[in-house]
C-alpha cells in the first residue's frame, strides 16, 4: 500500500466535517431509499434492468450502429470513437469551427472521465459547470468526490468563502442564500454561452434519443440556450428500446437520491429551433474507451449494467468514513473502484481495491443487479495473478497451506503469545502488530485446541451423522463453541464427527487474491470433509460457511479448473449454518429449549456473510426469543463490525471506527447481553468491549443455546 | 387519478389547483398575477407561450395587464417573472408534467422564470411513466420534458433547498374543460 494512499486514509478519517456528513448522510439515505422504494418490487425491478442492460451490453455494435442512423437520420451528428484523446479532439474541432468562445456544461462523469475541462480551457475556451456541486469543486480547484452530489465533502463555510471570493462580496453560510448566488452569477454565463456540453443518462438505439435527468434544472438551459449542443454519452448507457426508459426512469432517481423522480427530465430526439430560428447544431458521441473490452470479458460484463446511481457509494460503511476522494479523481466508491480499474488502468485500483471490507450493503441495493464485492475480489485476483502477493503474505500463506505447518504454528503461538496475555486476551503486541491491539484485545489462543478438546468429548449412540467445520478461530481461539454446539446436536440425535484433516477454509487467501492458495485449502477441506458419510456438514463460523458453500466452486471456476469441481458441488449441498440447522431440528420438534424462562434483554447482531449471503437473519432471532430473551434491535443491527478477517489488520484505521460505531449502537440499546454467528464478530466486538472496560457480554448463539437445552 | 396526482406533486412542493372551466383558469392567472406585482419593466414580465387554451381564444376576454406578454423572445424570457405555458399530460403516480417542448418558446417560459404556471388538461393525466411512453411517438417530439415540482438543489450540505436555475414555485392549473392532449 502506498504511502500517499495511507496518508489520504488518515486524514479523511480525522476530517470530522466529512465524516459527520457523511455519516449523517448515509443514515438519511437509508430510510429515504426504503421510503421510495414502498409498494414497488425492488428485485423485479431491478430484474428487468439488469436483463435489458445486459442485452445491451452485449449487443454494444449492433446498438451504437443503430443509434447513429436513427439519430443522423433525424439531423444529428454523431461522432463514435474508443479514444478518448479523440473525443477530445472532436469537441475541440466543433469548438473551433463554430468560434466557440465560452462553455456551459451540465454534469457528465464521462468528461470528467477524459479531463475534458481542462483541455478545453487549455486551448483558450471558457469552460463553466452550471450543476451547483460540480460549479463549486470547479471554484474550489477539486475533483468531485461522489458521482451524485460531487461537493457532499465540502461545508456550507467552505462554500460561503469560496463564492465571496467570486461575487467579491462577504457572504455569510446561509444556503438558500448562496443557492441564489449561484443563480445569479450562473444565468449570464447560460445565456452568453455558445456552446452547451451534457452527458447522457440514457441513449435509445430504436430512436436515436438521449434522456437528461437533473434536479436543477441546469440541463434543459444547456441543451437550449446554445446554439450548439454536445452530449457526450458512454455506449454503456445504450438501451435498445424507447420503452426501456421506464424501468430505469424508476429505480435511478429512488436510488441515487430517493426522490420518485428528478425535478427534470428531457428526452431529446434529434435537432430543435433555436431562438433564432436555426436549428440545433446537435452532436452525439459515443464513447468506448474500453467499455466493448468489459462487455467481452465475462467477470466484468455485468459492471455495464451501472446506471450511475451511486447507491453503492451510499451504503459502504468504508465511503462513509473516508469519503470519495481516497478513491480517486473521477469514479469513487465501489463501482468507482472497477471503473478506474477499467477506464484508467488496473495499476491505478491496486490501492483503492484494498478498501473494499467485502461486507456486501452495496450488492443488495444495486439496482443494475451487480455483484460489486465479487467484482473488486476479481480485481484482486488479477493484481495478485498480474505482480503476485506481497512478500509478509506469501510467507504467511505458504504456512497456511501447508496444514501441518499451520496447526504446530498456531499451537506454538498459544504458548509464544503468553507475555502479552492477560485473562481471556491478547492487549499488547510487539512492534509492529502493535497497531491490531490498538482498539481491541484478541483473544488468546486455547491452551487446548478444539482437534484435541474433541477426543474427550463422550458422544451418545447417533442414528445420524453431522460433520462439524470449525474453522480456525473456533479450533485455536474459541473451542468451548464447538463443545456448544455438540452438546445441541448431540440432544437431537446427531452424532458429531471432526476429520482432524480439515484445515483454514481459505477466506484468508481469497480475500487477498491468493486464489491458489484458496483452491489448496479447498482440496484439502474436500478430501477432509467428504470423507465421512454424513446427512450434514455444519460450520459455526458464516465466513467458513460462506467458503463451502460458495466459495469453492466459485475459486475453482475463476481459475478454470474442472477436477474437483463435482466434489465441491456435493459438499455444497449438504454445507448448512448452525442456526438453519437447529432452527431446523426445533421446528421438528428433534430438539426442545427449555420454557417459559425470562433470560432478560438481548441485542443481536448479524454477521455480513450470515446475512447478505445466506440470507439467515431471522433463525438465530427466533431461537434466542425462544429460548426466553428479550431481543431489542440496535439501530444498524446488519452493518459490519469491521472485523472482516484480515481487513482489520491491514486497514485498522478504517476499522477501528467501524467497530467503535458497533460498540456505541450495541451500548445505546441497553442490553447487557449482545448475540452473534460468527466468532470473527465475536473477536472483534469482545475485544472492542475488553478494551473499554464495558461488561457488556459478546457471546456466539451457540453457547447461548447450549445452555438452554430441555432436560 | 387527480387525487393521486395532488397528493404526490404536493409531495414535492408543487402548488396544485382543479378547475372547470377555462374562464375560472383565467380568472385566477388575472389574479395571481396582480398579487405577484406583473408589470411592464425588466424582472417583472410575465409571459405566455402559446398553446390550445389560448388559440381561438378572443383576445378582450384575456387579462389585460401590463406586462403580460403573448410574444416570447429570448431577452424577454431572461427578464420575466412568471411564464404561463400548457402541458400535454401528466403521470399520476409521480405529479409530474409532461410537454412536447420542441418549440424553444415553451422551454424558455418554464426554466428562465422565477414562477412557472402550468396549465394542464385534468384528462390529460396518465397513470405512469409506461404509459406515457406508449403515447409518445418520439420522432414526433424532438424535445420531451417531464416536470417534477420546482427546481431544486442538495449540493450544498444536502440541503433542500428550491430554485436553483429553474423556477422557484410551480403552479399547476388543471382544467376540465380542456379535451385530453394527445
Known amino acids: 500500500m502506498g504511502t500517499e494512499f495511507k496518508e489520504a486514509i488518515h486524514e479523511a478519517v480525522n476530517n470530522a466535517n466529512l465524516t459527520g456528513a457523511l455519516g449523517k448522510f448515509s443514515e438519511a439515505y437509508k430510510v429515504n431509499r426504503a421510503k421510495a422504494y414502498e409498494g414497488i418490487d425492488f428485485e423485479e425491478l431491478r430484474g428487468r434492468i439488469a436483463e435489458l442492460k445486459s442485452f445491451a451490453a452485449s449487443h454494444l455494435e449492433e446498438l451504437s450502429a443503430q443509434f447513429e442512423q436513427n439519430a443522423t437520420a433525424l439531423g444529428a451528428k454523431v461522432f463514435r470513437t474508443c479514444d478518448p484523446a479523440m473525443v477530445r479532439e472532436y469537441i475541440l474541432q466543433v469548438a473551433r469551427d463554430n468560434n466557440v468562445k465560452t462553455v456551459v456544461k451540465s454534469k457528465s462523469m464521462a468528461t470528467e472521465e477524459i479531463h475534458l475541462n481542462a483541455y478545453l480551457e487549455k486551448a483558450g475556451i471558457s469552460v463553466g459547470e452550471t450543476d451547483l456541486g460540480e460549479w463549486i469543486i470547479q471554484l474550489a480547484g477539486q475533483t468531485p468526490s461522489h458521482m451524485v452530489l460531487p461537493a457532499i465533502h465540502m461545508t456550507k463555510e467552505e462554500v460561503s468563502d469560496l463564492f465571496s471570493k467570486e461575487v467579491n462580496e462577504r457572504l455569510n453560510s446561509d444556503i438558500p442564500r448562496l443557492v441564489k448566488v449561484a443563480r445569479e452569477r450562473l444565468r449570464p454565463m447560460f445565456l452568453a454561452a455558445d456552446m452547451g456540453i451534457s452527458g447522457g443518462n440514457i441513449a435509445v438505439a430504436e430512436t436515436g434519443s438521449i434522456v437528461l435527468m437533473t434536479n436543477e434544472g441546469n440541463a434543459r438551459l444547456v441543451t437550449s440556450l446554445p446554439r450548439i449542443h454536445v452530449a457526450l454519452v458512454g455506449i454503456e448507457k445504450l438501451i435498445a428500446s424507447y420503452a426501456d426508459i421506464a424501468p430505469i426512469l424508476k429505480a435511478l432517481p429512488r436510488s441515487a437520491t430517493a426522490q420518485l423522480l428528478t425535478s427534470y427530465v428531457s428526452i431529446i430526439t434529434g435537432p430543435t429551433p433555436n431562438t433564432d430560428g436555426s436549428m440545433k447544431d446537435l452532436h452525439i458521441i459515443l464513447m468506448d474507451n474500453r467499455r466493448s473490452e468489459m462487455a467481452a470479458d465475462p467477470k466484468f460484463k455485468q459492471a455495464l449494467q451501472c446506471i450511475r446511481c451511486a447507491s453503492c457509494l451510499n451504503v459502504c460503511q468504508v465511503f462513509r468514513l473516508v469519503g470519495g476522494h481516497v478513491f480517486g479523481k473521477v469514479y469513487t466508491g465501489g463501482i468507482g473502484t472497477i471503473l478506474t480499474a477499467w477506464f484508467d488502468e488496473l495499476k491505478k485500483s491496486e490501492d483503492i481495491q484494498s478498501l473494499c471490507i467485502q461486507c456486501g450493503n452495496c450488492k443488495e441495493v444495486c439496482p443494475g443487479k451487480i455483484d460489486i464485492p465479487d467484482l ?336 | 387519478m387527480y387525487q393521486q396526482f395532488k397528493a404526490r406533486a404536493d409531495g414535492v412542493s408543487a402548488e396544485v389547483y382543479r378547475f372547470d372551466t377555462k374562464t375560472a383558469v383565467l380568472e385566477f392567472v388575472r389574479q395571481f398575477l396582480l398579487e405577484e406585482g406583473v408589470a411592464d419593466r425588466r424582472g417583472f414580465y410575465s409571459l405566455w407561450a402559446k398553446g390550445s387554451f389560448l388559440n381561438g381564444m378572443d383576445r378582450q376576454t384575456l387579462p389585460a395587464i401590463p406586462g403580460l406578454k403573448f410574444e416570447v423572445t429570448r431577452e424577454l424570457a431572461a427578464d420575466a417573472r412568471i411564464g404561463i405555458s400548457q402541458m400535454h399530460w401528466a403521470l399520476a403516480d409521480t405529479g409530474t408534467l409532461v410537454q412536447d417542448s420542441t418549440a424553444i418558446e415553451q422551454r424558455l417560459v418554464s426554466s428562465l422564470s422565477s414562477i412557472h404556471i402550468a396549465i394542464a388538461p385534468t384528462a390529460g393525466i396518465l397513470p405512469d411513466m409506461p404509459t406515457l411512453l406508449a403515447t409518445v411517438n418520439p420522432k414526433k417530439c424532438a424535445y420531451l420534458a417531464m416536470i417534477t415540482g420546482p427546481s431544486r438543489t442538495a449540493d450544498i450540505e444536502r440541503v433542500l433547498t428550491i430554485g436553483v436555475h429553474g423556477p422557484e414555485r410551480l403552479i399547476i392549473l388543471f382544467c376540465d374543460e380542456l379535451g385530453g392532449a394527445g
Open chain 1, 376 to 711: 473488486i475480489m476479481e480485481i484482486r485476483r488479477r493484481l495478485v495473478q498480474e505482480q503476485g502477493l506481497p512478500l509478509l503474505q506469501k510467507a504467511i500463506y505458504s504456512v497456511v497451506n501447508n496444514r501441518r505447518l499451520f496447526h504446530t504454528m498456531l499451537r506454538a503461538a498459544s504458548l509464544a503469545g503468553k507475555p502479552f496475555t492477560s485473562g481471556k486476551f491478547l492487549r499488547h503486541l510487539p512492534l509492529f502488530l502493535a497497531d491490531l491491539t490498538d482498539n481491541r484485545s484478541l483473544p488468546a489462543i486455547a491452551a487446548e485446541p478444539f482437534r484435541d478438546l474433541f477426543k474427550k468429548i463422550r458422544q451418545p449412540e447417533c442414528t445420524e451423522k453431522a460433520v462439524f467445520y470449525a474453522g480456525c478461530l473456533i479450533d485455536f481461539a474459541y473451542p468451548e463453541m464447538g463443545a456448544a454446539l455438540i452438546k445441541i446436536l448431540n440432544r437431537a440425535g446427531i452424532e458429531v464427527v471432526f476429520p482432524e484433516e480439515q484445515t483454514c477454509c481459505g477466506a484468508p487467501a481469497r480475500y487477498s487474491g491468493a486464489y491458489e492458495v484458496a483452491a489448496g485449502n479447498a482440496i484439502d477441506n474436500i478430501k477432509a470433509l467428504l470423507s465421512v458419510d454424513a446427512q450434514y456438514v455444519v460450520s459455526a463460523c458464516p465466513t467458513c460457511t460462506v467458503a463451502l458453500s460458495h466459495e469453492f466452486i466459485s475459486t475453482f471456476e475463476s481459475l478454470g479448473q474442472t477436477e474437483w469441481l463435482p466434489q465441491a458441488r456435493e459438499l455444497a449441498a449438504k454445507t448448512v449454518d448452525f442456526s438453519t440447522l437447529v432452527k431446523k431440528l426445533v421446528d421438528e420438534g428433534r430438539l426442545s429449549l427449555k420454557e417459559g424462562r425470562q433470560l432478560g434483554r438481548i441485542t443481536y447482531h448479524d454477521s455480513c456473510h450470515l446475512k447478505r449471503t445466506l440470507h439467515v437473519a431471522e433463525q438465530p432471532r427466533e431461537l434466542l426469543g425462544k429460548a426466553g430473551y428479550e431481543l431489542t434491535e440496535m439501530f444498524e443491527c446488519d452493518t459490519c463490525c469491521g472485523m472482516a478477517g484480515s481487513y482489520s489488520i491491514k486497514m485498522p484505521e478504517i476499522s477501528t471506527p467501524i467497530l467503535r460505531r458497533k460498540l456505541q449502537n450495541i451500548k445505546d440499546t441497553g442490553a447487557s447481553l449482545v448475540a452473534m454467528d460468527c466468532p470473527g464478530c465475536v473477536m472483534q466486538i469482545r475485544g472492542g468491549f475488553d478494551q473499554d472496560d464495558s461488561d457488556i457480554k459478546v457471546r456466539h448463539t451457540v453457547e447461548l443455546l447450549a445452555e438452554q437445552l430441555e432436560d
